[in-house]
């Protein structure tokens, strides 16, 4: 299966900044994903990355608040915007390989005082 | 509506004794099933999946799922409990094209 590296793994924010989460995977991969996992919570999907073309962002997130870089098959960002104490949550970029499955990283942990 | 639900917030079992991680589903067509497992401060690993074939599905660290489609359900199963798979674990359905839905998580403790 595909090896993931997430940067950062955790941060302490102040409210109203910004901070953008990188995932490198360590061979081409045509779907990457970002993922949300709110405290005590399930993982809720963000969008789908999209390589040459813009992210499919799923029902209550936003490009404004959540935008998202693709700029080869192997690599993806996601910047969390104008962050609240809400935005607290574990970040997680996963990859799909048809007959790997899904890989995921090993989480961005976002604390917004 | 796809859907996977996982009844139990927390299963708890002592080291040594089988144990069970429940989870049902509801999809039009046919499932793809996967359990994932998360430890402390850790992402999401891969423990097994089911596409077709056989209903008992086996995976890693021991742990083997049985796709029961008369009762939609996908049981995550071990013969014995290790201190060491205390854990939160999730159950997945792939409803769609490449978008995975994840149920709310159990999580597992065994103690010694």
Known sequence: SAVISQKPSRDICQRGTSLTIQCQVDSQVTMMFWYRQQPGQSLTLIAT????????????????????????????????????????????????????????????????? | AQSVAQPEDQVNVAEGNPLTVKCTYSVSGNPYLFWYVQYPNRGLQFLLKYITG????????????????????????????????SALYFCALKPGFQKLVFGTGTRLLVSP
């Open chain 1, 49 to 113: 990355a999209n390589q040459g073309s813009e992210a499919t962002y799923e029902s209550g997130f936003v490009i404004d608040k959540f935008p998202i870089s693709r700029p080869n098959l192997t690599f993806s960002t996601l910047t969390v915007s104008n962050m609240s104490p809400e935005d607290s949550s574990i970040y997680l970029c996963s990859v799909m390989r048809e007959g790997y499955g899904y890989t995921f990283g090993s989480g961005t942990r976002l604390t917004v005082v």
């Open chain 2, 54 to 85: 056989d209903n008992l599905v086996k995976g890693s660290y021991g742990f083997e799922a049985e796709f029961n489609k008369s009762q939609t359900s996908f049981h995550l199963k071990k013969p014995s409990a290790l201190v060491s798979d």
